[in-house]
C-alpha cells in the first residue's frame, strides 16, 4: 500500500465513522449551534461532504453538480459515492504520474488554474480540518468513544499496522 492510499482511506474511514456517530444523533443536537466550522454537525458534515463531492468533479473538467440530502443516511450515502470518485481520479492521477498537471477551478472568480496534486492535498486536509472540529462539537453534545482519527490508528484497525513484536 502506497502513501496516496494510505491518506485515501484513512480520510474516507474517518469520515465515515463520525458519519456513523452521526446516525445516533437527533434532528436538535445535529442543528445545535456551536462557535464553531459551520455552526452545526450536519452543516459541517454537509459542507466537507459537497467539498469531496465537488473537487474530483472540477478536476476531471466537470462541472460540479449539486447533489441533494442532508438526513444522515443520505450524507452516508453521498460520501461513499463522493469517496470513491475522489479516490478514482486520485489513482488515476497518480497512475498517469499527473500530480503537476493542472485543471480550472471554475468556482473562483475569476477561475484559476490549480495543480491535480494540490487539490488531491487540499481535499484530504480540508476533510480533516473540519472532521476536528465536528469531534469538539460530539464532544460538547456529550457523546463519547469518538475516533482519534490518526492514521496510526486506521492501519491498526484495517489491519495494516503490524502485530505487537512484530518488524
Partial sequence: MDLLDRLLGHDAWTTRQLLLIGQG???????????????????TFVHIIRNV??????MAG???????????????ARFDRAAAKLAAVARDVA?????????LDVLDNPPVEKTLGGGIA?????????????VYMLRKLGISGLPEGDVL???RQAGIAPVSGET
Fill in 95 to 103: 497512475q498517469r504520474d499527473a500530480w503537476n498537471g493542472h485543471f
Fill in 53 to 58: 463531492e465537488v473537487w474530483p468533479q472540477l
Fill in 62 to 76: 466537470r462541472p460540479p453538480r449539486e447533489s441533494l440530502g442532508r438526513s444522515v443516511p443520505e450524507l452516508i
Fill in 122 to 134: 487540499h481535499v484530504i486536509t480540508h476533510s480533516m480540518h473540519h472532521r476536528a472540529q465536528l
Fill in 25 to 43: 444523533l437527533t434532528d436538535e443536537q445535529l442543528d445545535r449551534d456551536f462557535d464553531i466550522a459551520h455552526r452545526t454537525v450536519r452543516a
Fill in 153 to 155: 490508528s486506521w492501519e
